[in-house]
């Protein structure tokens, strides 16, 4: 809720992301634009959505595990990724090298993208 109420307070645009209509319903009432619902097999096809395409600029990762994996795709070309949790079970299995990686290869699509 904190993230939320910063990221707001410092103009963002946030996305939640959570698990049951309560926590969604928390999430918006703290004043996230939108809410998704992680437990939803299309949920980072939503986030997509919601940023038309883009990914999110900031993540902060609480969960670790699978959901931090799924979090770290949805990150922008040029976004932050942060963990900060592992309520999955452990942090996201992502290393320097595939981070570096994905950073380049998201990068190459969205110049193509602007030369088009």
Request: without cysteine; aromatic residues 6%.
């Amino acid at each position: 809720m904190l993230l939320v109420q910063l990221a707001r307070a410092a103009g963002g645009r946030v996305i939640g992301a959570a698990r049951g209509q309560r926590k969604l319903d928390v999430i918006r009432d703290a004043g996230a634009e939108a809410a998704v619902d992680y437990s939803e097999p299309d949920w980072t096809e939503r986030v997509r959505e919601l940023t038309a395409g883009r990914g999110a600029e900031v993540v902060f990762d609480g969960a670790g595990g699978r959901l931090g994996r799924a979090a770290f795709e949805v990150t922008a070309s040029g976004g932050r990724f942060s963990a900060h949790g592992m309520a999955d079970g452990g942090f996201a299995g992502i290393d320097a090298a595939e981070a570096h990686a994905a950073l380049e290869a998201r990068t190459a699509v969205a110049k193509t993208l602007l030369l088009s």
